[in-house]
């Protein structure tokens, strides 16, 4: 879902947008799309996102991903709405958010009497005002933010993501391995991606992860041009379904873009 932020004089502030499009491994083995989306911005023009990626070893990962993003968006909504403790601290509020939707996926697997393994998939949860931002994380994907004018990797992949061993929210142990990125910083654009979109994001400089800035400038920049927020997620689905993104990933892929506008 999206949503558009709006001033009192109907001039647009903030924008959301973003897609989860299925890889071509999975068109090929007609396994369904294991990643999951959802966004929106404020009328207080605070965008919220949640990103979720399904373990392709876990057989209900796509509903997995699927509850966990949309209990995890739906928890942080409530919180922002009216009425809301605006004193509340946004590092607390995306852990309590990726906690609420561990427990989501624990009520899931009782009532469908599965195994939450079989529920196993990564989570982001993101928030951004435009002077903070706060970002809960197990598992691969990443957060890029345009703060102060530059690019800065906010959220990296888990260290376990080259090994091929992520740990997932449905996890034992998975309070261990939630990382948690807060601060106080002129945001002014935020990408939130699964791993299916990492090798086209990021370039290696010195073993260390370094946005592509030949990707993310051009999304940001449209981002500030649209008006229309479903031909943004259109374009969006375009690009993750491009042969050049292919050509990085056969992986489902999920990108979402949220520029702020301040005066």
Request: charged content about 25%; proline content about 3%.
């Amino acid at each position: 879902m999206d949503v558009t932020s709006q001033d009192p004089n109907g001039a647009k502030r903030s924008r959301v947008f973003g897609s989860s499009v299925i890889g071509p491994m999975h068109l090929q083995g007609e396994i369904p799309c294991q990643d999951a989306c959802a966004y929106a911005a404020t009328a207080a023009d605070i965008i919220v996102i949640a990103v979720a990626d399904g373990l392709g070893s876990s057989t209900r990962s796509d509903a997995g991903a699927s509850l966990a993003v949309s209990s995890a968006f739906s928890f942080c909504m409530d919180a922002l709405g009216p009425g809301s403790d605006e004193e509340r601290r946004l590092e607390e509020l995306v852990r309590a958010a990726a906690g609420h939707a561990r427990e989501e996926l624990e009520r899931f697997a009782e009532k469908d009497s599965c195994n939450l393994r079989d529920l196993a998939c990564t989570l982001i949860v993101a928030i951004a005002t435009g002077r903070q931002f706060a970002v809960a994380h197990i598992g691969d994907g990443a957060v890029v933010g345009e703060v102060g004018g530059l690019l800065s990797l906010i959220s990296s992949p888990a260290e376990s993501e080259y090994t091929n061993e992520v740990v997932p929210l449905t996890s034992r142990d998975w309070q261990d391995s939630v990382r948690i990125a807060s601060g106080e910083s002129s945001i002014r654009g935020i990408a939130v991606f699964t791993d299916g979109c990492q090798r086209a994001a990021f370039r290696k400089v010195e073993d260390a992860l370094v946005p592509f800035e030949r990707f993310f400038t051009p999304v940001f920049n449209y981002a500030r041009q649209i008006s229309d927020a479903a031909a943004g997620a259109r374009e969006i689905a375009e690009l993750l379904a491009s042969a050049k993104l292919c050509e990085h990933s056969d992986d489902d892929k999920t990108l979402v873009v949220g520029v702020i506008e301040v005066d």
